[in-house]
């Protein structure tokens, strides 16, 4: 079992820069790729951003790349999402989720454990 809290989030203005945590308690945290995901109001949720066990591996969504960077800290079982250069379209609950495939994985059925999420608001 692994418990996931994300924080971080917030309201910004369009150009701000914003970073997601997700801690993770429970079993060996190392033994999960860490994803995030987010779902706007009235959408499906959607990928961001993923990456491998031992951080050596990352993965993003088309509309991030550039702007988002993906990392994580094995000794304080932690990932982090470094949101920079927001826009409004990123306005969403971003959720982190654990996986326990090898590499990375965009797909959330992949992934076993879920955050509560935190909400992103970003304002032009």
């Known amino acids: 079992q692994v418990q996931l809290v994300e924080s971080g989030g917030g309201s910004v203005q369009a150009g701000d820069s914003l970073r997601l945590s997700c801690a993770a308690s429970g079993s060996f945290f190392s033994n999960y790729a860490m994803g995030w995901f987010r779902q706007a109001p009235g959408k499906e949720r959607e990928f961001v951003s993923a990456i491998s066990r031992r951080g050596t591996g990352t993965y993003y969504a088309d509309f991030v790349k550039g702007r988002f960077t993906i990392s994580r800290d094995n000794a304080k079982n932690t990932v982090y999402l470094q949101m920079n250069s927001l826009k409004p379209e990123d306005t969403a609950v971003y959720f982190c989720?654990?996986?326990?495939?090898?590499?990375?994985?965009?797909?959330?059925?992949?992934?076993?454990?879920w955050g509560q999420g935190t909400q992103v608001t970003v304002s032009s």
């Open positions: 989720a654990a996986s326990t495939v090898v590499g990375t994985t965009t797909n959330d059925d992949n992934y076993d454990y």
